[in-house]
C-alpha cells in the first residue's frame, strides 16, 4: 500500500488501528502470529553436530588421528581405542567451550537490543522493539533509532539521519503532509521514517506499516547480515604463536623420532611418542580457553551492570590511562531537585528531596505561597509548559521519565501545587522548539484561553540573559541595561557557588498567527523572569571509585555543561580538582587548536561548559599525548567522541541509541563506579588469560623436556604416548579453565595501566614459562631416573612415577601462576573453582593408576605409599624452589 500518499484517518482504517488507544493486547498477539517478530532473518547457525566435528579439524588432531589409524592396523586395538576417546574428550571440551561463548554473545545481544516507545490499551510503555507489529502507535526524539518502517502522524522539528538507506549523510527534514507524486525514493519519502534510520532532531509520533524483513532495512538485509567476527588484538597474537608452536611442535617431533630410532626404539613407538609430544607442545585448547575467558569476564562485566558491545574493549579497558566522565548521572546521581529560586533581586528556598512532589517555599527563612507572588508564579508555571518529563509513582517510589532537569522543574512546579495537565488545559502548545545542543535552550509558543500567544523559553542562563531586552521586576517590565545584567549574572553566580544547576525561564509575546515561526525569529528580544537553582548530589561510591582510579595510574577528567563555578564545586566535592589542576571552559576550547589544547590538556581536571562537539577535541588532545581515554556520552552529538575514544561508553538509561551504537561499553546503571569496575575487570580478564597462557606452555614445556632430556642422556622414554595425551586433557585442560574464573589480585588496581602493545610475555612471562617447565621437566626426570635405577626391571612402575611426579608438578604450580609474585602471597583456596579443578585431576590421576581396568590402557603400576613421598617432594621443588629465589630477590 502507498501509505505516503494517505492520510492519517485512512491508514488507521487500512491497517485496522485505533488511534485514540492504540492496539490491544488481544491484537498485538494476533498480528504477531501473523507478521512474526520484528527482526531482520539471521545468518542460519552452525548446527550443534557441525560445531562438534568442526572441533577435529586442527592439523594436529588430524596427525593424532591418523597415528590411531596406524596403531589400529599394527594390531594395537588399545592403544587406538584410548587415544581416539581422548580425542573424542578433547572435541567434547572445545564444542561446550565454544558453546558457551556463543551464549553470551547471544545473552549480550539480547542486552543491547534498543527498546521502542509504543502506545498500547490506551498508555505508554517501553517494550524490546522487536515486539512491535503494525498497527503500532510508536514516538521518538532526537537519538533514538527508528525500531520499523512508520508513517508519520505527528512532527516536531524532526530531522532523520537515512544514510543507511539512501546514501545521503545529511539528515532529512520530515514533515506529514501526503506525497501524491509517482515513483519516489526512499529520500523523497518525507513524510515516512525508516528502520535502522536515526532521529539527529526533534520528536515525532508514527504508525508502523512494516517490520521486520517487510521493511525497507529488510529488502537489503543481506548486508547487514555479513557481521565480522571481531578478534582481539590478544587473540590475533595467540594465534600468531600457535603458528610458532606447531613448526617448533613439528621440528621436536622430527627430533625425537630420529633422535629415538637412532638410539634403537622402534619406529612405531617413536613416531607415536612424537606426535603425542607435539600434541603436548601445541595448546590447542589456547584459543577456546581465552574464548571462554573473554566471555566469562564480559558476563562478569554484566553483573557489574557494564555491557561490552566490542570484545577488544575488554583488553583496552586494561590500558586506560584517562577516564572522561560526564557529570550528570555519571559522577552525580541524576536526581536533580530545586532548591533555590531568584526572580526581581529576591531569592527563595525549597524544601524536600528528590523526585516526591512535597515540600514548602521559604524567602528569609519564613515560609510563603507561591500563588501570593505572580512572578514566582510564572516562573514555576512556565517551567511546568517548557518541559517533556513525566513523574511517575511505583509503590511509594517517584522517578521521572524524561529529562531529570525537566524533572526537578516539573517537581518544584508540583510542590507549588500545579498540575501540568490543568496547566495543558489553560495553555495550548502550538508550536515547539526542541532543545539544541548548539543553542541550549528550549521554546514553546502557547495560546491562553484568551486567544493570546506567547512564547516561553527555558535555557542556559548565560544564553538567555544575551538575549533578553527586558527583565520582570516585581512585575514590570525593566530594559536590560548594563547593571541589570551584572545583577542577572551575580545571581547566576550565587547559585552556582552552592554547586547548583541554574535554569533561566524567559518570555516573548507573540503576535505573529496563522503561521509556523522559525526558532530564530522566537528566541531573541525575550522577558527575563527569573532563575531556577538545583542540585544532583554526588553519588556516594563515587569519591572513592576516582580515589581508586588515581591509585591504578587512571586520571578522571570530568566533562559537563554546567557553570565552571558549579564544575568546580562539585569536582572539589569528588576530590577531582586537585590544587594545581586547571579547569577549562568551552569558549577558551572552542578558540583552542587541537595542537595548543595539548600544551596544556594533561594539567586539565575539569571541563565545563563543554558542547558535546567539544568533547572530539579533547579526546584528540589527550590521544596525541600518548593516553589510552575513556569517554562517557549519552547524546547524539556524542557519538563521534564515543567512536574517536579508545573505550567509548554510552550511557544505558540517558544514553540515546546513536551513542550506544557508537560505543565499545554501555552503561546499565550510568554511573562512574561501574566504569571503575569495568577497567578491574578488564585488567582481570587479561591478567588471568596470561595466567593460563603461562600454565598451559610451561606445562607444555616440561612434558617436551622430560622426554627430551632423556632421549639426549641415551634412557628409556620417561612417559609413554597415551599418558602424554591424557596429561594434555585432563592436567592442562581443567585446571587452565579454572584459572579464568580467579579474582583480581589485590593490588590490580595499583599498578599502573598497561601499554596497549604490550607482548603476551611481557613482564619476565617468557622467562617464567621457560624456567618453570625446565624445572618441571628436570624433577619429574629425577624422580623417573630414581626410580628406575631402584627397580631397573619395572619400566612401567618408573614411568608411573614420572606420570604422577609431572601431574602433581603441573597441580601445584597451577596455584603459583595465580599471582605475578609468588604461589604464598595469594590464598591458595581463594579459587575455590580452581580447588575444585586441581581436585578432581587428582582423583582422574589416581583412578588412572589404582584402578585395574584402566592399569592396561595407561600401562600404570600402583605406587607403592613410600614413594608418593619422593614424587610429592620431587612435584614441590619446582614451585617452592623459585617461590625461595623470590623471596631472595625482595630483601
Request: aromatic share 6%.
Amino acid at each position: 500500500m502507498k501509505f505516503h500518499e494517505m492520510q492519517p484517518q485512512e491508514i488507521a482504517k487500512a491497517i485496522q488501528t485505533d488511534l485514540q488507544a492504540g492496539l490491544s493486547s488481544s491484537e498485538v498477539k494476533k498480528r504477531r502470529e501473523q507478521f512474526g517478530w520484528n527482526e531482520l532473518e539471521a545468518e542460519e547457525k552452525q548446527s550443534a553436530l557441525l560445531l562438534f566435528f568442526s572441533q577435529f579439524k586442527d592439523f594436529m588432531v588430524l596427525v593424532l588421528l591418523g597415528a590411531t589409524l596406524i596403531s589400529g592396523l599394527l594390531g594395537e586395538y588399545v592403544d587406538a581405542i584410548a587415544i581416539m576417546a581422548i580425542v573424542f574428550l578433547n572435541g567434547l571440551l572445545g564444542f561446550f567451550q565454544e558453546r558457551k561463548a556463543e551464549k553470551s554473545l547471544d545473552a549480550l545481544k539480547e542486552l543491547s537490543a534498543p527498546n521502542a516507545n509504543v502506545f498500547r490499551d490506551g498508555k505508554w510503555v517501553k517494550i524490546p522493539s522487536k515486539e512491535l507489529v503494525p498497527g503500532d502507535l510508536i514516538r521518538f526524539a532526537s537519538g533514538d533509532r527508528i525500531s520499523a518502517d512508520v508513517r508519520l502522524l505527528e512532527v516536531s522539528s524532526l530531522e532523520i539521519e537515512e544514510s543507511a538507506l539512501t546514501g545521503e549523510s545529511v539528515p532529512t527534514s520530515k514533515d506529514i503532509s501526503p506525497i501524491h507524486e509517482g515513483n519516489i525514493g526512499i529520500g523523497d519519502m518525507t513524510n515516512m521514517a525508516f528502520m535502522g534510520t536515526m532521529v539527529t532532531r526533534g520528536s515525532g509520533k508514527g504508525i508502523v506499516i512494516g517490520t521486520g524483513m517487510k521493511t525497507a532495512m529488510g529488502q537489503i538485509a543481506d548486508m547487514l547480515q555479513s557481521t565480522e567476527t571481531l578478534m582481539t588484538p590478544l587473540q590475533r597474537r595467540l594465534e600468531q604463536l600457535g603458528k610458532i608452536l606447531i613448526v617448533v611442535a613439528l621440528l621436536l617431533t622430527l627430533l625425537v623420532v630420529i633422535v629415538g630410532v637412532i638410539q634403537g626404539n622402534d619406529l612405531y613407538t617413536m613416531f607415536l611418542s612424537g606426535v603425542s609430544l607435539a600434541v603436548a607442545a601445541i595448546p590447542e585448547g589456547l584459543p577456546a580457553i581465552v574464548t571462554v575467558g573473554l566471555s566469562l569476564g564480559v558476563q562478569r562485566m554484566i553483573k557489574k551492570n557494564a555491557i561490552v558491545r566490542k570484545l577488544p574493549a575488554v583488553e583496552t579497558l586494561g590500558c586506560a590511562s584517562v577516564i572522561c566522565s560526564d557529570k550528570t548521572g555519571t559522577l552525580t546521581q541524576n536526581k536533580m531537585t530545586v532548591t533555590h529560586l531568584w526572580t526581581s533581586n529576591q531569592q527563595y528556598h525549597v524544601s524536600g528531596q528528590g523526585y516526591e512532589p512535597v515540600g514548602s517555599f521559604y524567602r528569609n527563612e519564613k515560609k510563603i505561597q507561591p500563588d501570593q507572588n505572580e512572578q514566582l508564579k510564572m516562573l514555576l508555571q512556565f517551567g511546568m509548559l517548557c518541559n517533556h518529563a513525566e513523574l511517575i509513582q511505583d509503590k511509594q517510589h517517584f522517578r521521572i521519565d524524561g529529562d531529570p532537569t525537566e524533572g526537578a522543574l516539573l517537581v518544584a512546579g508540583m510542590k507549588a501545587g500545579y498540575n501540568k495537565v490543568k496547566l495543558l488545559n489553560e495553555f495550548k502548545i502550538i508550536q515547539e522548539f526542541p532543545f539544541d545542543s548548539t543553542r541550549k535552550m528550549m521554546s514553546i509558543i502557547v495560546e491562553n484561553r484568551k486567544g493570546e500567544r506567547f512564547a516561553i523559553t527555558k535555557g542556559a542562563p548565560d544564553v538567555l540573559i544575551g538575549l533578553s531586552e527586558s527583565v520582570l521586576s516585581d512585575g514590570v517590565k525593566q530594559y536590560v541595561n548594563l547593571p541589570w545584567r551584572k545583577t542577572l549574572q551575580t545571581a547566576v553566580d550565587s547559585l552556582a557557588e552552592q554547586a547548583l544547576r541554574t535554569i533561566a525561564i524567559a518570555y516573548k509575546p507573540i503576535h505573529t498567527k496563522g503561521r509556523m515561526l522559525h526558532e530564530a525569529e522566537v528566541e531573541k528580544e525575550l522577558t527575563f523572569i527569573g532563575l531556577q537553582g538545583m542540585i544532583d548530589p554526588p553519588r556516594p561510591e563515587v569519591k572513592d571509585a576516582i580515589l581508586e582510579c588515581k591509585n591504578a595510574g587512571i586520571k578522571t577528567v570530568m566533562i559537563t555543561g554546567d557553570h565552571v563555578i558549579t564544575a568546580k564545586a562539585i569536582g572539589k566535592q569528588l576530590g577531582i580538582l586537585q590544587p594545581n589542576s586547571l579547569v577549562l571552559d568551552g569558549a577558551a576550547l572552542q578558540s583552542m587548536t587541537v595542537e595548543a589544547l595539548e600544551e596544556v590538556v594533561e594539567d586539565v581536571n575539569v571541563f565545563a561548559r563543554v558542547s558535546p562537539e567539544h568533547k572530539l577535541k579533547i579526546v584528540k588532545a589527550l590521544q596525541n599525548k600518548g593516553h589510552i581515554v575513556a569517554m562517557t556520552g549519552d547524546g547524539v552529538n556524542d557519538a563521534p567522541a564515543i567512536k574517536a575514544a579508545d573505550i567509548g561508553i554510552a550511557m544505558g538509561i540517558t544514553g540515546t541509541d546513536v551513542a550506544k551504537e557508537s560505543s565499545a561499553l554501555v552503561l546499565l546503571d550510568d554511573n562512574f563506579a561501574t566504569i571503575k569496575s569495568a577497567i578491574q575487570e578488564g585488567r582481570n580478564i587479561y591478567e588471568n588469560i596470561r595466567k593460563f597462557v603461562r600454565y598451559l606452555l610451561a606445562s607444555n614445556v616440561g612434558e617436551i623436556l622430560v622426554m627430551l632430556f632423556a632421549m639426549i642422556l641415551a634412557l628409556p622414554l620417561p612417559l609413554i604416548p597415551i599418558q602424554i595425551l591424557w596429561v594434555n586433557l585432563v592436567t592442562d585442560g581443567l585446571p587452565a579453565m579454572a584459572l579464568g574464573l580467579d579474582q583480581p589480585e589485590g593490588d590490580v588496581m595499583k599498578r599502573k595501566p598497561r601499554h596497549p602493545k604490550e607482548g603476551v610475555f611481557a613482564r619476565g612471562l617468557g622467562w617464567k614459562v621457560i624456567s618453570r617447565g625446565f624445572l618441571i621437566g628436570a624433577a619429574t626426570l629425577i624422580a623417573f631416573i630414581v626410580t628406575y635405577h631402584q627397580h631397573p626391571d619395572q619400566l612401567a612402575y618408573a614411568q608411573t612415577v614420572a606420570f604422577a611426579t609431572l601431574v602433581l608438578a603441573q597441580l601445584i604450580h597451577v596455584f603459583d601462576c595465580r599471582s605475578e609474585h609468588s604461589i604464598f602471597s595469594r590464598n591458595p583456596f581463594g579459587n575455590p573453582y580452581l580447588v575444585g579443578a586441581v581436585l578432581s585431576s587428582i582423583v582422574l590421576m589416581l583412578v588412572v593408576i589404582y584402578f585395574p581396568p584402566f592399569q592396561p590402557i595407561f600401562d600404570t603400576i600402583p605406587i607403592i605409599p613410600f614413594d608418593w613421598l619422593l614424587i610429592v617432594a620431587m612435584a614441590s621443588l619446582p614451585t617452592f624452589l623459585l617461590a625461595g629465589s623470590f623471596f631472595v630477590r625482595k630483601k
